[in-house]
T-cell receptor
Framework: QKEVEQDPGPLSVPEGAIVSLNCTYS??????FMWYRQYSRKGPELLMY????GNKEDGRFTAQVDKSSKYISLFIRDSQPSDSATYLC??????????FGGGTRLMVKP | GAVVSQHPSWVICKSGTSVKIECRSL??????MFWYRQFPKQSLMLMAT?????????EQGVEKDKFLINHASLTLSTLTVTSAHPEDSSFYIC?????????????FGPGTRLTVT
């Protein structure tokens, strides 16, 4: 069993839709949770960072962490074609090594 | 924003040869650099961490004599895949972090696709 599971998709939605991306994990010691966006043939870029449980909002993006369920989510409101990319969740125990999920490919159609 | 470049962006080599990949931080000093490997439709796997002027720390299962890492300056780290074999074909991505930055503030390069024939 992988430490971090993520549905690979692809997830196809119409422009303007609310997108929900999720990861589950098995290591209860994870304390730091990140979401990265990766465009094709590019390196990942950090979107959101959350420590422990709770919600965090940044513009159209909202990150949620539910440590009791070992489940994290990224919501994208008013999705745009430019949001089409692969979204990777990543986690860390002590703020050092990152453990990544496999990524979910998102396609937002005009 | 912080920019990290990698060179080459793709490389094809014959089995048994060595390949060197460069990772540069263009507008900041990277005291720590990370090397990841990403297989198709799989997650990034950390291979090694290097601090400027120190020996790299390789993750369990990653042969340090096969994947040589040099971080000789604050803006350059190199990964050399020695005696490459087809199973080493992958997407190699580096990331860089400044001193005093939070651990998650890593800036990733665009990656290097290695194909070993």
């Amino acid at each position: 069993q992988k430490e971090v599971e993520q549905d690979p998709g692809p997830l196809s939605v119409p422009e303007g839709a609310i997108v929900s991306l999720n990861c589950t994990y098995s290591n209860s010691a994870f304390q730091y949770f990140m979401w990265y966006r990766q465009y094709s043939r590019k390196g990942p870029e950090l979107l959101m960072y959350t420590y422990s449980s709770g919600n965090k909002e940044d513009g159209r993006f909202t990150a949620q962490v539910d440590k009791s369920s070992k489940y994290i989510s990224l919501f994208i409101r008013d999705s745009q074609p430019s949001d089409s990319a692969t979204y990777l969740c990543a986690m860390s125990v002590a703020g050092n090594m990152l453990t990544f999920g496999g990524g979910t490919r998102l396609m937002v159609k005009p | 924003g912080a920019v990290v470049s990698q060179h080459p962006s793709w490389v094809i080599c014959k089995s048994g040869t060595s390949v060197k990949i460069e990772c540069r931080s263009l507008d900041f000093q990277a005291t720590t650099m990370f090397w990841y490997r990403q297989f198709p439709k799989q997650s990034l796997m950390l291979m090694a961490t290097s601090n400027e002027g120190s020996k790299a720390t390789h993750e369990q299962g990653v042969e340090k004599d096969k994947f040589l890492i040099n971080h000789a300056s604050l803006t350059l780290s190199t990964l050399t895949v020695t005696s490459a074999h087809p199973e080493d074909s992958s997407f190699y991505i580096c990331s860089a972090r400044e001193a005093r930055s939070s651990f998650y503030e890593q800036y990733f390069g665009p990656g290097t696709r290695l194909t070993v024939t």
